[in-house]
């Protein structure tokens, strides 16, 4: 496969302190070859049943994009399809999330907003990458020139620490699509646990020396396990544990064409 690519969440020291659960949650998929897609979803901390939100909307929005891309094989060609054609991979997608909380709130009889959650799907390709967002969390990869840079940024609220989440009244205006052409042999999602150490805020830009180590990984494994057994060991590292404190998602994926080592 060209793409290697690996998930994992991790519960941040605040949540194991108090007996919370990791509300964060991510899956990715390989449809075809050359193309990688990815969801995370970071469940609103006030939220009682935010952890079960973030799977829910996760699980809606890679479904229904694994169904697209399995109905047309242009988009499994070039997923990311030009701006026009990422509005249309992606349509469909905040209402499918919205449904599938919709459902577990009805389930155990309690309202919509305790599934609160935000949610970040992407789609990647040798040809672009297109990225949907609602809520804070961020996307970055590596053009061809050798520099990481934000494919879709975190939403901020007008206060601090405000975000915006997929049961939001304005959730439909908030939310966002990318389109970014050009391959990209490195990509890095995870939701907000991990900005304060990987995003600068002044220049709102990747901070290179975190990213690069891990590009260099992904650009040396070929083994989905392995990777997957390295971020799991990475956001679990005392030095890491020591710097965040809310529960962090992270997906990595690296392509090379195939046939190349």
């Known amino acids: 496969m060209a793409w290697t690519a690996a998930v994992d969440s991790s519960q941040g020291p ?17 449809p075809s070859n050359d193309v990688l897609v990815g969801a995370l979803a970071d469940g609103a901390g006030g939220a009682a049943f935010s952890h079960l939100g973030a799977q829910a909307a996760v699980s809606a929005a890679l479904d229904l994009l694994e169904a697209r891309l399995a109905e047309d094989s242009g988009l499994r060609g070039d997923p990311a399809g030009g701006p026009g054609g990422a509005d249309a991979l992606f349509d469909g997608v905040l209402d499918a999330a919205r449904e599938a909380l919709a459902r ?3 389930s155990v009889g309690q309202p919509v907003d305790a599934f609160a959650t935000t949610l970040l799907v ?11 967002q609602v809520g804070d969390g961020w996307l970055v990869g590596r053009t061809a020139e050798g520099v990481y840079r934000l494919l879709s940024r975190p939403q901020r609220g007008e206060y601090a620490n405000e975000t915006v989440f997929v049961t939001s009244p304005d959730a439909e205006d908030a939310a966002t699509v990318t389109h970014s052409t050009g391959p990209a042999g490195f990509l890095c999602a995870s939701t907000d646990g991990l900005t304060a150490v990987s995003i600068e805020n002044r220049a709102e830009a990747p901070h290179a020396p975190f990213f690069q180590p891990l ?3 992904m650009a040396e494994t070929a083994d989905d396990a392995e990777a997957h057994h390295a971020i799991r060991s990475f956001l679990r590292s005392e030095r890491l544990q020591a710097r965040v404190e809310d529960d962090v998602t992270l997906l990595l994926g690296g392509w090379r064409p195939l046939g190349r080592a």
């Open 14 to 30: 605040r949540h194991r302190a108090l007996g919370a659960p990791c509300q964060d949650f991510g899956r990715l998929a390989k």
């Open 122 to 132: 992407f789609a990647a390709g040798p040809r672009g990458v297109a990225a949907f």
């Open 104 to 106: 577990q709130a009805e």
């Open 215 to 217: 590009d260099r990984f």
